[in-house]
């Protein structure tokens, strides 16, 4: 049994708990031990065999029942039961999503914004996980609080990623933003300065609760955009927490899809945005995606491996998912 099947199965578990307002503790205890197995990758067959899977951080004995009956199994009847409950079935054309065959995350963030580590500390921790490449995005200039990056900054950033870039073999640095998306669609850094640098997402942060018609504008200039590679977390939600943008996604997606910009499936189980059926929407209206962690430190790149369910959950094939690509297809589909 793959640590990750089961991670995987815990993860899905902790998003559908989190539809329900009231679940929101348990929810979370689930994705904490999802993160935990998909970090630590402990032998979860030969724990079960001696009952001792609450040797695992963050698995108490509710879970490790739910753990066991999986790992013995290949299951989750808990899991069945929830999907049964959300109306949110198995279904029969889910894709096969390895995560053996990723190549790297595009979206962390360091302590140049509201990151907990250091550049250097998130390149090892994305070259520990075999990556071979990473993309550094902090945020722009109108996230105060986090100290977002102006040019300037920007432009001292790119120095410190050429000497961090000679400590990690194997793992290329791609320097990024993530842009905020203004209330009028408009991004909150000038274009020359977006043109040089290798990945732009663009992401709703704030205003999220715009009325609909004027939220679409906003995504449809922001998806259209000649320097945008990439819309993150597309709707902003939080589940259990937080709503998130209503628009029409149809129009927005396509419009995307057109201009070659995809759309982030966003693995911080806080987020998990796009959700599989909006990700599904998203496959059918022609769009690439690129599946994130976006990670504020080097632990949080485990989201990927425990949440890559959203992706085959939604039937998206590989092909469509920027992060199976070599860093240098990827960084053509970003030109
Ligand atoms: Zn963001
Ligand atoms: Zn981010």
Redesign the pocket.
């Known amino acids: 049994m793959d640590p990750i099947a089961a991670a995987q199965a815990l993860s899905e578990i902790g998003y559908l708990l989190r539809q329900n307002e009231k679940e929101r503790f348990r929810a979370k205890a689930f994705s904490v031990a999802a993160w935990s197995i998909a970090l630590q990758r402990p032998d979860v067959e030969s724990l079960q065999r001696t009952e001792s899977l609450t040797q695992i951080e963050g698995v108490g004995e509710g879970i490790a029942r739910v753990l066991s009956d999986f790992v013995q199994t290949g299951q989750s009847r808990y899991l069945n039961r929830l999907r049964e409950q959300m109306r949110q079935p198995a279904r029969d054309d889910e894709s096969e999503l390895n995560f053996d065959d990723y190549q790297g995350d595009v ?1 962390s ?1 360091t302590n140049w914004s509201d990151g907990r580590a250091t550049m250097l500390e998130m390149a090892q921790g994305a070259q520990a996980l075999g990556y071979s490449y990473l993309g550094i ?1 902090d945020h722009s200039p109108r996230i105060t609080v986090v100290h977002g990056l102006n040019a300037e900054r920007l432009v001292a950033q790119a120095r410190e990623m050429a000497e961090v870039q000679k400590q990690v073999d194997g793992v290329t640095l791609l320097q990024g933003i ?1 842009v905020d998306i203004l209330e009028d669609g408009a991004l909150d850094l000038p274009d020359a300065v977006l043109e040089i640098l290798d990945v732009v997402i663009a ?1 709703p942060h704030v205003k999220l609760r715009q009325e609909p018609a004027a939220m679409t504008e906003r995504m449809l200039r922001a998806a259209s955009h000649p320097h945008v590679d990439v819309i ?1 977390h597309p709707t902003g939600r939080r589940p259990g927490s937080r709503e998130g943008a209503s628009y029409d996604f149809e129009a927005v997606f396509k419009e995307a899809a057109k201009h070659g910009t995809a759309l982030e499936i966003d693995c911080d189980p806080a987020r998990m945005d796009l959700s599989p059926e909006m990700a599904r929407l998203a496959f059918e209206c022609g769009c690439n995606f690129v599946v994130d962690a ?1 990670a504020h430190a080097p632990a949080e790149f485990a989201y990927v491996p425990m949440a890559l369910w959203m992706g085959r959950r939604a039937g998206i094939p590989r092909e469509r998912i920027l992060n199976f690509r070599s860093v240098d297809e990827l960084t053509m589909a970003f030109q």
Do not use: I, L, R
């Open positions: 979206h963030h995005t993530e992401s993150g976006d």
